[in-house]
Nanobody
Framework: QVQLQESGPGLVKPSQTLSLTCTVSGGSIITNDYYWSWIRQPPGKGLEWMGAIAASGSIYYNPSLKSRTSISRDTAKNQFTLQLTSVTPEDTAVYYC???????????????WGQGTQVTVSS
């Protein structure tokens, strides 16, 4: 059973960079053909897929966030990370990492999820 766990600060100031890490256990992020995604859910809104890194190392971004988003991985630690620059209060959301055969805004597209971490953007 693969387990994912998000970690990072719960409060970020406007204009700063949000950085989150997803630690994966029970499976390697570089094997099989899985996609490892970051997804967020702002209060009162639906899920928004932000980006993914494939087992191959290829990286994919939501076009609406691409200019501010960076995803990377540390294969030695079996972790992948999210950086979101120039945050505003509109970036306040619960942030999830997830594993799937592909990537989308639909929760049905993912096999395993982290528990989610609340990030608030506020001064």
């Amino acid at each position: 059973q693969v387990q994912l766990q998000e970690s990072g600060p719960g409060l970020v100031k406007p204009s700063q960079t949000l950085s989150l890490t997803c630690t994966v256990s029970g499976g390697s992020i570089i094997t099989n053909d899985y996609y490892w995604s970051w997804i967020r859910q702002p209060p009162g809104k639906g899920l928004e897929w932000m980006g993914a890194i494939a087992a191959s190392g290829s990286i994919y971004y939501n076009p609406s966030l691409k200019s501010r988003t960076s995803i990377s991985r540390d294969t030695a630690k079996n972790q992948f990370t999210l950086q979101l620059t120039s945050v505003t209060p509109e970036d306040t959301a619960v942030y999830y990492c997830a594993r799937g055969d592909g990537y989308s805004d639909s929760p049905d597209g993912y096999d395993d999820w982290g528990q989610g971490t609340q990030v608030t953007v506020s001064s």
